[in-house]
């Protein structure tokens, strides 16, 4: 089946540093996603990429969706405290139905 | 409501026991998602509904796994028989289409731990 891959696992940094998050698919994704789960909530959408070689910003958040449309990455620049989270890419099939990479943890060292 | 609400937020049940999960999408959106989420583990697709239909059932992991919806609007996804591996996090998603490019806004999900 589809998989995302995501990794490392967990990334620890320093307030004020920039970090960036890759994912890469075994298939081609027609949409990339890139999501932040807070503890004990959903997940909710930070960035969505619909057209290969995209390069979307939101705020302190770029993310670029390859032109081989089986990766994308996000960075997160200048981070603060709060960006303290999970961070998941999921690629969007034909119907919307989303799959997910394993996420990774990142924590923000004051 | 203003987003999409689950319930219960936490259910511990015996093994065997049946569970019912319940979700709330937001108002006029017309497609619903179910994702489970294990430990250390990314969201897996459960179940996709377009009105009260489901035309992607392909995530269910057992027979023991059933979903509705009804009215177009609350989806109620039961387990029968539960079992330790059914413990995770269910998160329901909900958007206005459910076609390609459509966002996806989640409830915050029920917990579910089996003993």
């Known amino acids: 089946g589809q998989q995302l891959n995501q990794s490392p696992q967990s990334m620890f940094i320093q307030e004020g540093e920039d970090v960036s998050m890759n994912c890469t698919s075994s298939s081609i994704f027609n949409t990339w996603l890139w999501y932040k789960q807070d503890p004990g909530e959903g997940p909710v959408l930070l960035i969505a990429?619909?057209?290969?070689?995209e390069l979307t910003s939101n705020g302190r958040l770029t993310a670029q969706f390859g032109i081989t449309r089986k990766d994308s990455f996000l960075n997160i620049s200048a981070s603060i405290p709060s960006d303290v989270g999970i961070y998941f890419c999921?690629?969007?099939?034909?119907?919307?139905?989303?799959?997910f990479g394993k996420g990774i943890t990142l924590s923000v060292r004051p | 409501g203003a987003g999409v609400s689950q319930s219960p937020s936490n259910k511990v049940t015996e093994k065997g026991k049946d569970v019912e999960l319940r979700c709330d999408p937001i108002?006029?959106?017309?497609?619903l998602y179910w994702y489970r989420q294990s430990l250390g583990q990314g969201l897996e697709f459960l179940i996709y509904?377009?009105?009260?239909?489901?035309?992607?059932k392909s995530g269910l992991p057992s027979d023991r796994f059933s979903a509705e919806r009804t009215g177009g609007s609350v989806s109620t996804l039961t387990i029968q028989r539960t079992q330790q591996e059914d413990s995770a996090v269910y998160l329901c998603?909900?958007?206005?289409?459910?076609?390609?490019?459509?966002?996806?806004?989640f409830g915050p999900g029920t917990r579910l731990t089996v003993l």
């Open positions: 990429l619909y057209k290969a070689g």
């Open positions: 509904f377009q009105g009260n239909s489901a035309p992607d």
């Open positions: 108002s006029g959106h017309t497609a």
């Open positions: 999921a690629g969007a099939g034909a119907n919307s139905k989303l799959t």
């Open positions: 998603a909900s958007s206005f289409l459910g076609q390609g490019g459509d966002t996806q806004y």
